[in-house]
């Protein structure tokens, strides 16, 4: 009787761990292709955030060199002094430009990798949940298809014992 349970046993934990199996292939594609949109999505992202950052940036320095372009007209000054009272003011007007302008340029860049964190957060979290269930499901199946190999082997050694239990002793001494 052992042999045929074994025997049996065998042919169903042999089935049952290749459907598993057959699962774990479908989960680990589906896993690495999830990571791969990840991956790219992630890029595209940072890519996409630096070229505005670089802009807010260009943009700053846009708008200083413009101010120092425009320079200070000194031909109304009469007088040296003038001329360097005239030239401090400009100074000073470019450095508080510089300043604003520099402000004005964390201010957008804070402002712009916030909306990126919150970009990233609504459209990476399902991706990565998806992820994370994957994984989780992947090591499910490693799992059962240990313990059914395990199963298996268990079934084997049944199969043989019932096949020594069945083998008719020709020696006339018995059991």
Known sequence: MGFFTGA???????KMKRQLQNRLVQVTMQMNRVTKQIGDMEKQLQNQENMMKNYAKQNMSNSIFSYM???VDLSACKSEAD???????F???YQQ???YAQAEFNYQNDLLTAQFDMYR???LEPLKNMEDSLATEKATLETRIQTLSDQEKAAQEMEKQGAKDMAPDYTGQGQ
């Open 69 to 71: 372009q425009n320079g």
């Open 97 to 99: 430009r510089q300043a």
């Open 121 to 123: 957060e609504a459209n």
């Open 91 to 93: 100074q000073y007007a």
């Open 83 to 89: 001329k360097q009272a005239k030239l401090q003011e």
């Open 8 to 14: 049996y046993l065998k042919i169903m934990t042999g």
